[in-house]
C-alpha cells in the first residue's frame, strides 16, 4: 500500500459545513445551548443514515454555525484536517443560505471571515482555499438567484466559482438557468451536481440548460456511452466522490464504482470527499481504497492531480504555483 496520506493532492469537491468535524458542532452547540445529541452515534461520529437522513443530520449541524466567527472556526478546523491529508488546494462550497440566511450584505461578513481563515492556514500550513458560492437545490431557484447575485457581489480573489448541490430530484436544471447565466456573466466558474441520484439524462439536462465546465459526481453518464462520449469531447471534468457513493448507497461497492470506466472512456476525473465526516472517509482513504479496487498508484494521483488543477476556478498564477509544489513533492 502506497504511503497516500503524505502525497499532495488537490480536491474540488468539498461541502464546507459537511467537513466540519463532529467535535466542532458539538462544541458549538454546547455554547449556544442547543441539543444536537439526535444527530450524532455513541462514538462521537455523525450518525449513518440514508441520503434524505444525511441532508436533515448535514442541515442541522448547520443551525449551531450562526456567526462569521463560527465560520472562521470552521474553515480554520476543515483546512487543518485537509492539510493533515495532503491537500495542498481545494475548493470548498459555501453556501449563503446558511451564512446569513441569503442576505447579500450578512454574506458579505460570512465571506471575509471566511477568507481570512484561508489566508491563516494558508500562512501556517500552505494549503489553499478557494470558495465556490453554492444554491441549495431543494430550496428552490429564487433563493438559487439570491445566492447568485450573493456571489456576483463577492466574486473576487477568494470567491471565484458558483454552483449548486442539495436534493438532485427536486428540479429541472433548466429552473435554475438565471442563476447560473448571473454566476457566468460575473465571470465565475460553474460547476452543477448532477448524475449522483438521477439518471444520465439529468446529466445532459445540466449540460444543457446550465452549461458549467465541471459537474459534481457525474456518475450516472457510465449508463449512456454517447453521453459518455461527448463529456470526454467536450472536456467536461466530473467531481467524483467514490466514498461518499459508496456510504450513501448510489454504487453498491468500491469495486463496482464506474469511476475507472470513465476514465478509461476518456472522461476527464478527479476525486474528493464530499462530505469526509459524515462518509467516514479522509483523502487518504479515498486513495486508499482506489489502490484496492482498481489497482491505482502514485502516477495515477499524479495524473488526476493534473486534471483537477486544469479544472480549478483559479486564476494562472496561482494554478502555476500549485503546480511547481505538485512537481516537486
Known amino acids: 500500500m502506497s504511503d497516500w496520506q503524505s502525497r499532495p493532492k488537490v480536491e474540488l469537491h468539498l461541502h464546507i459545513e459537511g467537513a466540519a468535524p463532529p467535535s466542532l458542532i458539538r462544541a458549538l452547540a454546547a455554547e449556544k445551548g442547543e441539543d444536537l445529541s439526535r444527530i450524532f452515534d455513541e462514538a462521537g461520529h455523525y450518525r449513518r443514515g440514508t441520503f434524505e437522513e ?31 491529508h495532503g491537500a495542498v488546494y481545494q475548493e470548498a462550497f459555501l453556501s449563503p443560505d446558511f451564512c446569513g440566511g441569503g442576505d447579500v450584505e450578512a454574506w458579505r461578513d460570512y465571506a471575509a471571515a471566511m477568507a481570512e481563515a484561508a489566508a491563516e492556514a494558508e500562512r ?30 463577492t466574486a473576487g480573489d477568494f470567491i471565484t466559482g ?42 445532459a439536462d445540466t449540460l444543457r440548460d446550465l452549461r458549467p465546465s465541471r459537474i459534481g459526481h457525474g456518475i450516472a453518464a457510465a449508463r449512456d456511452p454517447a453521453l459518455t462520449d461527448r463529456l470526454a469531447e467536450d472536456g467536461i471534468v466530473l467531481e467524483v466522490c467514490p466514498g461518499s457513493n459508496v456510504y450513501l448507497g448510489a454504487v453498491p461497492s468500491w469495486q463496482a464504482h464506474p469511476i475507472a470506466r470513465l476514465r478509461e472512456r476518456g472522461v476527464r476525473v478527479t476525486v474528493s470527499t464530499d462530505d469526509p465526516p459524515y462518509f467516514h472517509t479522509t483523502l487518504t482513504r479515498e486513495w486508499e481504497e482506489l489502490e484496492r479496487a482498481f489497482g491505482w498508484g ?27 509544489r505538485l512537481e516537486a513533492a
Open 54 to 84: 444525511f441532508l436533515r443530520h448535514y442541515e442541522a449541524a448547520a443551525s449551531v454555525l450562526r456567526t462569521p466567527a463560527d465560520y472562521r472556526r470552521l474553515v480554520l478546523a476543515v483546512l487543518e484536517e485537509s492539510a493533515a
Open 124 to 153: 501556517e500550513t500552505g494549503i489553499v482555499l478557494r470558495g465556490i458560492v453554492t444554491a441549495v437545490r431543494h430550496f428552490g431557484p429564487e433563493r438559487a438567484r439570491v445566492a447568485a447575485l450573493c456571489a456576483a457581489e
Open 162 to 203: 458558483f454552483g449548486m448541490g442539495g436534493a438532485e430530484l427536486t428540479a429541472r436544471p433548466g429552473d435554475f438557468a438565471w442563476a447560473f447565466d448571473c454566476a457566468r456573466e460575473a465571470g465565475l466558474g460553474l460547476t452543477c451536481h448532477a448524475g449522483e441520484w438521477g439518471g444520465p439524462d439529468m446529466v
Open 298 to 324: 502514485p502516477e495515477d494521483l499524479d495524473a488526476l492531480n493534473r486534471v483537477a488543477l486544469d479544472a480549478a476556478f483559479c486564476d494562472a498564477p496561482l494554478r502555476e504555483r500549485i503546480r511547481k
